[in-house]
């Protein structure tokens, strides 16, 4: 099988992230512990650089964001007031938003932060420098609620549009209990959060250290039957020749959204809000046409 030039080019360019990350602990290094001296900025570093790596290779459209996804309960398209009888309700801030700029607008930016509406949202990720335990169920939260958020079509099941890819990605782990498998843990975490009434795109489909291993989600058939509606989650350690595979992953599950026939039809997003308030005519014109 074919491919060996990608496999060695996507291996090299996640051994620079993880380097360039090196170079900074180098010249901040934390005198007792592991790590750059100020976690905090040693956290914004990591979320930057994964940031830039990505941008590098998607499309022009996709912009790699900061930011908040706001769902106004606003009419939407032509005349679908669907969400007439909702509230507006905005997610908590998200690490990294992939969002089609080209296509859709922007409620508010500064630099790269930003307020979107749903519908452009490709793709959602958490960041973090070294994955712990105790933060897991809460990413995986936080991922869910952006997921829902994304529901620009929630009356009609079978024309929804394929919901953005969910991703928890980190640089380095440190997962507490020693003595059970990593991948036990890790789906015990899964399973707390997801439970059998769960919509297939809200699970997360990755959570992985990109320098050792990684966890997935297989997408099942098209036809779904009691006996495959199912979410099947894969573990994977990586040796050091094969840390292209989490990278590969992420730009994998963001294109296979962005490309999806689902979301081929472009629909006017929610946008604007008028009160209701009365207008006066103040006279008609005639025309020939319509267009």
Request: charge should be neutral; glycine fraction near 6%; charged fraction near 25%.
């Amino acid at each position: 099988m074919d491919g060996q030039r990608l496999q060695v080019f996507w291996n090299q360019e996640v051994k620079s992230l993880l380097a360039v990350y090196k170079q900074f602990e180098t010249l901040l290094p934390n005198p007792h512990t592991a790590g750059a001296e100020h976690r905090g900025e040693d956290g914004r570093y990591v979320e930057t650089l994964v940031r830039s790596y990505l941008q590098k290779y998607l499309p022009k459209d996709l912009e790699v964001l900061t930011g908040f996804i706001l769902r106004p309960a606003v009419k939407l398209g032509e005349n679908d007031r669907s969400r007439s009888k909702e509230q507006d309700l905005h997610t908590t801030q998200l690490d990294i938003i992939i969002y089609d700029s080209g296509t859709y607008p922007v409620f508010q930016r500064m630099v790269d932060t930003v307020i979107v509406p749903p519908e452009g949202v490709v793709a959602v990720l958490s960041v973090k420098k070294t994955l712990r335990d105790a933060e897991i169920i809460a990413e995986c939260n936080a991922l869910l609620e952006g997921s829902k958020a994304c529901r620009c079509d929630e009356n009609n099941l079978e024309s929804r549009r394929r919901g953005p890819f969910l991703a928890l990605v980190a640089t380095a782990s440190d997962l507490a209990d020693k003595q059970e498998p990593k991948e036990k843990r890790l789906f015990d975490k899964l399973e707390a959060v997801y439970g059998s009434d769960s919509v297939f795109d809200d699970m997360i489909g990755f959570i992985g250290d990109l320098s050792a291993w990684h966890v997935f989600k297989t997408r099942p058939p098209l036809r779904l039957t009691p006996t495959n509606s199912f979410a099947r989650y894969m573990y994977v350690e990586l040796d050091d020749d094969e840390l292209h595979q989490g990278f590969q992953f992420l730009l994998s599950g963001i294109l296979s959204v962005y490309y999806d026939k689902t979301r081929g039809g472009v629909k006017r997003p929610g946008y604007t809000a008028f009160a209701a308030k009365p207008a006066k005519e103040i006279g008609r014109i005639a025309f020939s046409s319509l267009r």
